[in-house]
């Protein structure tokens, strides 16, 4: 089955540490996006990259990096810059054409607390 | 891109019909208006996007009146499992980036 997977689902961070969450689709979709999500919130955006070796700072990209290397993989690395990492996190792939209507697809969502 | 504004919960009963409305006073010709729903610790889900009129799926309908500046989600018989978060999100879906508000959280009791 075509999708986005996530992964870890939960993942534990050291205070200074650096922690990459990984993202990869199989959908051939050209767009791929990452949210933050806090307890009660909506959905925030991070970075998004619309072509591989292309990404652009979304509203929150401060303490946060990506790469786009390869049209199905949009790694986010989470690091010791980001004051309050603790959330949860979500990746996204989009069509990105006028050929799709269905809007997005979502992954399953990767939890992470800083101990 | 458009803002949207839509209650913040709601509550139901199962069985009953659940309408959850949106308004989106500056739409552009362009945009179209999707809703998803997200269950606790999932990533959101595509379950209705329409552009005009109504429009209508096996899970849920959408209507959207003439001057497009809001639309309300319609789902028929609820039961326990449609407890989620709704999004309304409208926009040229070629070309903008997608913001999730909070939602409205729906509670459906037994």
């Known amino acids: 089955d075509g999708g986005i997977t996530q992964s870890p689902k939960y993942l534990f961070r050291k205070e200074g540490q650096n922690v990459t969450l990984s993202c990869e689709q199989n959908?051939?979709?050209?767009?791929m996006y990452w949210y933050r999500q806090d307890p009660g919130q909506g959905l925030r955006l991070i970075y998004y990259?619309?072509?591989?070796?292309?990404?652009q700072k979304g509203d929150i990209a401060e303490g946060y990096s990506v790469s786009r290397e390869k049209k199905e993989s949009f790694p986010l690395t989470v690091t010791s810059a980001q004051k309050n990492p603790t959330a949860f996190y979500l990746c996204?792939?989009?069509?990105?054409?006028?050929?799709?209507?269905?809007?997005?697809?979502f992954g399953s969502g990767t939890r992470l607390t800083v101990v | 891109l458009a803002k949207t504004t839509q209650p913040i919960s709601m509550d139901s009963y199962e069985g009953q019909e659940v309408n959850i409305t949106c308004s989106h006073n500056?739409?552009?010709?362009?945009?179209?208006i999707t809703w998803y729903q997200q269950f606790p610790s999932q990533g959101p889900r595509f379950i209705i996007q329409g552009y005009k009129t109504k429009v209508t799926n096996e899970v849920a309908s959408l209507f959207i009146p003439a001057d497009r500046k809001s639309s309300t989600l319609s789902l028929p018989r609820v039961s326990l499992s449609d407890t989620a978060v709704y999004y309304c999100l409208v926009g040229d879906i070629r070309s903008y980036i997608p913001t999730f508000g909070r939602g409205t959280s729906l509670i459906v009791h037994p």
């Open positions: 996204a792939s989009s069509i990105g054409t006028a050929e799709s209507n269905y809007g997005y697809t």
């Open positions: 500056n739409i552009a010709t362009n945009d179209y």
């Open positions: 990259s619309q072509i591989v070796n292309d990404f």
């Open positions: 959908l051939n979709h050209d767009a």
